[in-house]
């Protein structure tokens, strides 16, 4: 498992019964997690101290209950890296903190490369993956579905100090842009996907991940530059195994291009207990 370590402004606390205790700068919030399958002693006081709880509800969806006032928004930093956080509705809050293992990954490939790297990154969120590939020097296109995620992303952009930056902002549909940014004749050096289980396009359209990574993944081979430098494909979906995520990247990106693909789980290290939680997983396919 590969680990995330520095980062100050994060952490989980401890696990029990289904539920993190996480710390988000100052802010104490507790959140379910669908991994945490034990149901261990609370002794931690901050489980009776934090300032909000996700309650799931049976019908989907959910809702936070706030024991202490909390702030609308706050920002932490990750090295050089700022990210406005905020509680919404969907209990997360706008950063998925083990995705700095993968921040660390670009970094490095991208000011190692010694040349200009072009990234798509795709699904993109709130933008960790934009800003820090460009603050390692990259030119970017950032690709949601959602607007308001997409505003999002620009406001962490400006809190990074990358406003200047090359950064394409684009709301689309992110299998149809590919298809069109083939047609165009652009190419990418990079891509990154962090694609959602479920999701739908600003147009209606439904996203569903094991219907749809095996031809999302082959369409944004095509996509790629003639000297590519990496394809990372990350996944939260329980179902879908590291092996099988090795095993697509091999058979798709792999065959086209002389490299390694490797694959690991993602997790976050617990205070409490010193044990790591698993938080998805990671497929990359890179230059050798």
Request: aromatic share 12%; glycine share 8%; proline share 4%.
């Amino acid at each position: 498992m590969r680990v995330v370590s520095g980062f100050n402004d994060y952490e989980i606390i401890d696990t029990s019964n289904g539920e993190k205790l996480e710390r988000w700068g100052e802010t104490i919030l507790i959140r379910p997690d669908p991994q945490i399958i034990w149901n261990t002693d609370t002794k931690n006081p901050l489980w009776n101290q934090s300032s909000a709880r996700y309650h799931r509800s049976n019908k989907g969806g959910g809702e936070w209950e706030f024991y202490k006032k909390v702030k609308d928004s706050w920002v932490i930093r990750y090295k050089n890296l700022s990210f406005r956080i905020k509680p919404t509705g969907f209990k997360h809050t706008g950063l998925f903190p083990e995705q700095a293992v993968n921040w660390d990954y670009f970094q490095d490939k991208i000011t190692k490369a010694n040349r200009e790297i072009k990234v798509l990154n795709l699904f993109a969120y709130t933008g960790g993956a934009t800003i820090a590939c460009a603050a390692a020097g990259a030119s970017v296109c950032h690709v949601d579905a959602s607007k308001g995620m997409v505003a999002w992303a620009k406001e962490n952009a400006q809190l990074s100090n990358l406003s200047d930056k090359p950064i394409r902002w684009i709301v689309d549909d992110c299998e149809k842009f590919v298809a069109r940014e083939i047609k165009r004749g652009n190419r990418y050096d990079a891509v990154i996907m962090d694609p959602p289980s479920y999701g739908r396009g600003p147009g209606g359209e439904v996203w569903q991940l094991e219907e749809h990574i095996y031809n999302m993944v082959e369409l944004c081979s095509k996509v790629l530059s003639d000297d590519p430098l990496f394809f990372v494909l990350n996944s939260y979906t329980t179902g879908l195994s590291p092996s099988v995520m090795e095993y697509l990247l091999g058979v798709t990106v792999g065959n086209k291009y002389k490299g390694k693909i490797s694959c690991d789980e993602i997790g976050l290290k617990v205070s409490e207990t010193g044990y790591n939680l698993p938080c998805g997983s990671t497929a990359i396919w890179e230059k050798e």
